[in-house]
Structures are given as C-alpha cells and as structure tokens.
Nanobody
C-alpha cells in the first residue's frame, strides 16, 4: 500500500516560491508521530530538510533552509506541507516525504523513517 504521495514540485526562478504537499490516508496519517521532508540532488547524499514530531509545536530545519522554508501539517486534509520561499538554485533536488509512527530524537535523520513517498522534483533556475 502506498503510504505517502508528494505533489507541488515544479520549476521556478530563483527567489520564487513553491508549496509541496505530502498526502496520506486518514488511517496512516493518524499513526504518524514524525513526518519530514528530505531531498536529494544528483551526485549528492539525501539530506533532511524539515521535520515535525510534535504536531507543529516544534519544527526542525536544516541550516540551509532556516528562515526560508516552513513545515506544517494540515489535519483536515491529512497532509504534510512544505512552504518554500526565496528559493535558490542550490535547492534544486528531488524532494521526498517521510513518516514514521515512532517518536524520533533525530527528526532530520532519514535512516529510521519507515515510510517514504515517490518524490517530487523541484528545479530552481538562476
């Protein structure tokens, strides 16, 4: 069963914005204690971008996106969203949504997440 489905990627000019969404079934969404966004550019390792393990009370961000990206959960739509502002060419990557029923002490560590989406491409041109 597909656990997570990302959408919202696309191509934008530097300085532009995109909003990514990660959809889950209502059943699975209620199970997830931690949810996060990860990205991987060609030739680079996958890195944690943003995560939430506290229902929005505490968010975690990679240093490279602090102040520009905002993670949130939409409980009405059963989605995890990532608002991406002031995009830079360095943000170009495939973005993946991840989730796990367990509470994590390292929310930006992807290795322990049990469920992953298929990814959505984000391309930022100069």
């Amino acid at each position: 069963q597909v656990q997570l489905v990302e959408s919202g990627g696309g191509s934008v000019q530097a300085g532009g914005s995109l909003r990514l969404s990660c959809a889950a079934s209502a059943y699975n969404y209620r199970r997830y204690r931690c949810m996060g966004w990860f990205r991987q550019a060609p030739g680079k390792e996958r890195e944690g971008v943003a995560a939430d393990c506290t229902g929005g009370s505490r968010a975690y961000y990679a240093d490279s996106v602090k102040g520009r990206f905002t993670i949130s959960r939409d409980n009405a739509k059963n989605t995890l969203d990532l608002q991406m502002n002031s995009l830079k060419p360095e943000d170009t990557a495939m973005y993946y949504c991840a989730a796990d029923p367990s509470w994590s002490g390292s929310p930006l560590k992807g290795s322990w997440y049990a469920y992953w989406g298929q990814g959505t491409q984000v391309t930022v041109s100069s």
